[in-house]
């Protein structure tokens, strides 16, 4: 491929998209590597390798090689990038392209300089770093170039980050490692203490994604089958779990983004904190789709609360938009030159 080419990346606990210019968003897989324990070798990326997670023998092992928005395996997660950029460019490229990877704010200068040094390993020419909610909110079609404020709430696997934006900046922000990831610990544990049953990840996951909600549904409680091991006698068991019962399992992670918010809002100044109660909260990442996670927020708040058009996406397109608006963001942008972080 002959030419500059322009990579946005959304690296993600849970998921990667990768958004090319011009193109848009071309890949979305899983952020799972399957490697052989003995040799390290690696075996399956994204799709292949979720399936073999929790059923796979001694000697392959399936793992997430970022947890909480960070970098904790660091071979495997340059192994995964650089799997996906030649998946996505091809092996022949003449130019290495230029990469923008989110990263979530408040992350510390060793684990910027990781992320930044994968992307370079896996065929960077430059890489840039933008903070995650400021890829949401332009992801979201926000406009941030004003001085108005702009809120955006972006709930990943790993983490939430919560920012009030204006002038292409952030303004006032705060993260925390809670996200997707916790919700589906807290369904585990709650199935764990009540009914002695042990489920895996991804059925913890299912549980959310079908009935999990965090309001209470009066009448209209749904339900479904799950199947896990019975930790009295070790044998496969099925147990049927309601979607009343989800919402006080997740109730104390729901509860901690809760006051993530608050605590933004409390900072923020009055002009800003004015302009919000007019624009609203904005919603990003896979985890603001859990049911009435964004009536909850509108009702804790008081606040009008609306998920963005495509939450998954929204990082993905906002890095897009940011290599094409690099002269404005500048400032905003956290790059490598010359083997160091500027």
Do not use: H
Request: net charge negative; glycine share 10%.
């Amino acid at each position: 491929m002959f030419g500059t080419m322009d990579i946005g990346v959304d690296l993600g606990t849970a998921n990667i998209l990768i958004y090319i210019k011009g193109k848009g968003v071309v890949l979305q897989e899983p952020s799972v590597v399957a490697m052989d324990r003995d040799s390290g070798r690696i075996l399956a990326i994204g799709e292949e390798a979720r399936r073999m997670m929790g059923r796979t023998p001694g000697n392959i092992v399936a793992v997430r090689p970022l947890r909480e928005g960070v970098i904790a395996d660091y071979d495997a997660t340059e192994n995964m990038l650089k799997y996906y950029i030649q998946k996505v460019v091809g092996k022949n490229y003449f130019f290495k392209p230029r990469i923008m990877i989110c990263i979530p704010s408040g992350v510390t200068s060793v684990e910027k300089r990781a992320v930044l040094e994968a992307a370079v390993q896996a065929g960077a020419s430059k890489t840039y770093l933008i903070e995650e909610p400021l890829a949401a909110a332009l992801g979201a079609g926000l406009d941030i170039t004003e001085p108005c404020g702009a809120m955006v709430v972006d709930i990943g696997g790993g983490t939430t980050d919560v920012a009030i934006l204006s002038l292409n900046d952030i303004v006032v922000n705060a993260a925390i490692r809670v996200g997707g990831d916790n919700f589906d610990e807290a369904l585990v544990r709650y199935i764990k203490k009540e009914y002695n049953v042990l489920i895996g990840e991804r059925t913890a996951e299912s549980i959310k994604m079908t009935i999990g909600t965090v309001l209470p549904k009066g009448g209209r409680s749904e339900s479904m089958e799950v199947k896990g091991r019975d930790l009295v006698t070790g044998l496969p068991k099925t147990l049927r779990i309601t979607s009343e019962e989800t919402r006080g399992a997740m109730a104390e992670p729901v509860a901690l983004i809760v006051q993530c918010i608050k605590t933004v809002l409390e900072k923020t100044p009055p002009e800003l904190a004015s302009d919000i109660i007019d624009r609203g909260i904005v919603m990003t990442g896979g985890g603001s789709l859990l049911n009435g996670l964004d009536k909850l927020i509108n009702l804790e708040t008081g606040i009008p609360t609306c998920l963005a058009e495509d939450p998954l996406s929204c990082v993905a397109l906002g890095t897009g938009k940011a290599l094409e608006s690099l002269e404005y963001l500048q400032d905003s942008l956290t790059t490598l030159k010359k083997g160091n972080i500027a």
